[in-house]
């Protein structure tokens, strides 16, 4: 048995944490250490259709993890997801992902940048932090449409700087240029983007032109 | 060594499997008939393989009578190509557009396979869907149903080098692309951005940045976990992963399979 295998994964909890998002907690029957970042493949058992999910909690809650996963009107996966029950049966494929992934060996303060749901892989990069006690400096900033849409918002409230937008996601070059500035050495951070394309290729464009190294920022496609 | 042409590849419907013609014609939105056609769900949001790993072994081929569709464990069926009639709205990418429903024969026989109701539909006359301003090469440049750019390459050597890196090799098909060239070094197209191939001239834009599709088996329409952990290991940059460059012609041409490539910027 390897992470490349399909694995039994049993639901332990399932609970609306935003609008249109939801927080399943699965309980897989064999736990594997993950990197903040990563994700798993999810599908009800022995079917074809499964997706990617991004994990939501941290690697030192071990046993359950935890996804934050978005109702999509046409997803075929997500609207089945959100029906399931404590004890229903799934199984799990990973946790995969290589390039996104982020822990606290690396050095350097943390950029965290997302739109919507792409929220959900910083959070589990946040908690691991907080988990292990590093105070470094960290800057976690989320465009959303409004504050029911953030996935466990009273939770993160304090922690967010959001910038919320009515039409599409967007983070413009004024405002993240003064989040950042003013609290962290931009030019030797380490930047995480999650979110639509579009959203994410503008603001990889801004860190850029910040001065962040290339090296140093990598993106997820939330779609 | 010289780099040549090795496979052309053009996709009538979007997600749908390859034709491998000889020769092509590139008009104003990359080879004609590539991505012309693509299916909708019934709120107009356009299906592909990230969701439908089994779309891979749909197959749509041009023909005089009309587009023939092949799904597993059917007989063939060739729709008429509707040019004009009822329009509705669809989405790619967020973006919306209008196009030409393709008649309730086609919806039928795509449903019976893809499990959910769905339309097939083609661009309508006159389609402008604009690209990206980075990738405008001129004024009369224009995609059909492709994500982002009329056309896109990668070379055998490229392949070949992350093959290297497999426990199993994986085709070319998983990554789709347009324009296949053998010979020369691995990831040479990285640094391209004028190329001739035969009679055309064409812009090397911009990579690819990879999305979930590569871990689907083309043939099969099973849903892997490689190729996509070993690439993301050392082709990783800012916005994703990178295999393979997306390409703009500068003029119509007609491609043909040994053509030389000729590297000029």
């Known amino acids: 048995m390897t992470r490349f295998d399909w694995r039994p994964a049993t639901v332990v909890a399932n609970q609306w944490a935003a609008t249109e998002m939801f927080a399943l907690r699965l309980l897989p ?6 990197r903040p970042g990563q994700h798993y493949e999810i599908r009800f058992p022995g079917e074809r259709l499964s997706r990617k999910f991004s994990i939501a909690s941290n690697p030192e809650a071990e046993g359950a993890i935890e996804f934050g996963i978005q109702l ?3 997803g075929m996966l997500s609207s089945r997801l959100a029906q399931c029950r404590r004890g229903d049966r799934l199984e799990v494929r990973g946790p995969t992902g290589v390039a996104f992934a982020w822990d606290a060996g690396q050095t350097g303060p943390l950029v965290l940048i997302g739109a919507g749901a792409g929220i959900t892989p910083l959070v589990s990069m946040y908690e691991h932090l907080r988990a292990v006690g590093d105070s470094r400096t960290v800057a976690f900033v989320l465009s959303a449409k409004a504050p029911d849409r953030v996935f466990h918002y009273e939770r993160y409230r304090h922690a967010l700087t959001t910038r919320f937008t009515s039409t599409e996601p967007r983070i413009d070059f004024p405002f993240l240029r003064s989040t950042l500035a003013p609290v962290l050495d931009v030019s030797g951070a380490q930047a995480r983007v999650c979110g639509p394309p579009p959203f994410m290729s503008a603001v990889v464009d801004h860190l850029l032109a910040l001065g962040v190294h290339p090296d140093r920022i990598r993106s997820e496609a939330f779609v | 060594m010289d780099i040549t042409l090795s496979q052309i590849a053009v996709y009538p419907v979007k997600s749908f499997a390859a034709i491998y013609p000889t020769a092509a014609e590139v008009v104003e939105t990359g080879f004609r008939h590539d991505r012309e056609w693509m299916v909708v769900a019934s709120d107009g949001v356009f299906l592909t393989q990230r969701q439908h790993p089994d779309m891979a072994v749909l197959s749509a081929v041009p023909t005089p009578a009309g587009l023939q569709l092949t799904v597993p464990g059917l007989e063939p069926l060739v729709v008429p190509v509707v040019e004009e009639g009822p329009e509705i709205t669809v989405q790619v990418w967020g973006q919306m557009c209008q196009a030409v429903d393709q008649g309730n024969a086609a919806a039928e026989y795509l449903e019976s396979s893809l499990g959910r109701p769905c339309r097939l539909v083609r661009m309508p006359p006159g389609f402008r869907r604009q690209l990206g301003l980075e990738y405008r090469v001129s004024g009369r440049t224009r995609i059909g149903f492709a994500d982002s750019s009329p056309l896109m390459l990668i070379s055998d050597a490229s392949l070949a080098d ?39 001239f064409f812009r090397v834009v911009k990579d690819c940045i990879r999305c979930e599709i590569p ?26 992963t990178r295999f393979g460059r997306k390409v703009v012609q500068e003029s119509p041409a007609t491609l043909h399979l040994g053509d030389t490539v000729e590297v000029l910027e």
Do not use: C
């Not at chain 1, 029957?29 to 993950?34: R, Y």
């Not at chain 2, 070319?172 to 010979?183: C, D, E, K, T, Y």
């Not at chain 2, 043939?219 to 190729?227: C, D, S």
């Open chain 2, 162 to 200: 992350l093959n290297s890196r497999l426990e199993r090799p994986v085709a070319m098909s998983r990554f789709r692309p347009n324009l296949v060239i053998a010979g020369g070094t691995a990831f040479q197209e990285d640094a391209w951005t004028r190329i001739r191939i035969g009679e055309g």
């Open chain 1, 29 to 34: 029957e064999e736990w594997i250490p993950h």
């Open chain 2, 215 to 240: 871990l689907v088996d083309q043939e099969t329409g099973e849903k892997g976990v490689e190729p996509l952990e070993t690439l993301e290991s050392y082709r990783a940059g800012p916005k994703g």
């Open chain 1, 72 to 74: 999509l009107p046409t």
